[in-house]
């Protein structure tokens, strides 16, 4: 069964309070090199039968309504990937 995977990311003008935390965290941990931090979300979802055009339009229509927030988040990609290895297709 194809799984859509669907990011969603603060709109670049909006605080990511999450982000500035993991950020300040991780040179305390030991990690260095990292400038900035966003926090955002991804969903997954498993689809009957196969991801056609019409399909992802619905599913991009669903991220947007549903899914996101479009007032501060932005649906940032929509990939397909095979179920059975979690690898992308597209």
């Known amino acids: 069964m ?3 995977v669907v990011h969603v990311m603060p709109k670049p003008e909006i605080l990511d309070p999450q982000g500035k935390a993991v950020a300040a965290a991780l040179p305390r941990l030991g990690f260095e090199g990292i400038a900035s931090v966003r926090q955002g979300k991804r969903f997954e979802l498993e689809v009957e039968g196969e991801v056609t055009d019409e399909v992802l339009a619905s599913l991009r ?12 988040e932005d649906v940032v990609a929509i990939d397909v990937e095979d179920a059975a290895d979690g690898e992308a297709q597209g």
């Not at 229509?61 to 501060?72: C, F, G, M, Q």
């Open 61 to 72: 229509e669903a991220a947007t309504t549903l899914l996101s927030n479009p007032v501060i």
């Open 2 to 4: 194809p799984r859509v």
